[in-house]
T-cell receptor
Framework: AQKVTQAQTEISVVEKEDVTLDCVYE???????LFWYKQPPSGELVFLIR??????QNEISGRYSWNFQKSTSSFNFTITASQVVDSAVYFC???????????FGKGTRLHILP | DAGVTQSPTHLIKTRGQHVTLRCSPI?????VSWYQQVLGQGPQFIFQ???????GRGNFPDRFSARQFPNYSSELNVNALLLGDSALYLC??????????????FGPGTRLTVL
């Protein structure tokens, strides 16, 4: 069975602080894909990153970075120098290789306080 | 370029009624997926359609059905509505199936309230 766990339900940090959102996944597939999505109050899901199971290189995109560790089945997301516009719900997600079904975690609500 | 569009934006129904939600994919995209997002939870996969054929189905009752039209737009139908069907319904489109090489783009969703 596939499962994504985001243990942090809600996080509040002051603007300009760094914040890390945790994600742990379970899958029996050898080939799988991991995702992070942002959902602002408008409700639309915004794609942030896709990573396949064979690529364990960490990735940095501006203030965003992702740490993929297969050994601990984790795919954590760090926002550096957070801004108020980063306030949203963030979802970690997983998909196997057989179909396009994406399994989402329950999300972490991030509040960036001015 | 227009993104994924969904209609209506909001909808209020009563228990037992039927509802139809609509989705227009990004131009050129032939695959459409539907997700249900209950308040406080992550989205849950309902269906995927590609070239008018159902490619995948999540763990939802037969009250949920969908179809895809020749222009690749899609409808999600829910019969005999229950209070628990109240949710944000998200549509996602992609060029074709296969998350290994193309991403899904999500629409703004339709918020359904069942009273």
């Amino acid at each position: 069975a596939q499962k994504v766990t985001q243990a942090q339900t809600e996080i509040s940090v002051v603007e300009k602080e760094d914040v890390t959102l945790d994600c742990v996944y379970e899958t029996r597939d050898t080939t799988y894909y991991l995702f992070w999505y942002k959902q602002p109050p408008s409700g639309e899901l915004v794609f942030l990153i896709r990573r396949n199971s064979f690529d364990e290189q960490n990735e940095i995109s501006g203030r965003y970075s992702w740490n993929f560790q297969k050994s601990t089945s984790s795919f954590n997301f760090t926002i550096t120098a957070s801004q108020v516009v980063d306030s949203a719900v963030y979802f970690c997600a997983l998909s196997g290789n057989r179909d396009d079904k994406i399994i989402f975690g329950k999300g972490t609500r991030l509040h960036i306080l001015p | 370029d227009a993104g994924v569009t969904q209609s209506p934006t909001h909808l209020i129904k009563t228990r037992g009624q039927h509802v139809t939600l609509r989705c227009s994919p990004i131009s050129g995209h032939k695959s459409v997926s539907w997700y249900q997002q209950v308040l406080g939870q992550g989205p849950q996969f309902i269906f995927q359609y590609y070239e008018k054929e159902e490619r995948g189905r999540g763990n939802f009752p037969d009250r949920f059905s969908a179809r895809q039209f020749p222009n690749y737009s899609s409808e999600l139908n829910v019969n005999a509505l229950l209070l628990g069907d109240s949710a944000l319904y998200l549509c996602a489109s992609s060029l074709r199936p296969g998350l290994s090489y193309n991403e899904q783009f999500f629409g703004p969703g339709t918020r359904l309230t069942v009273l």
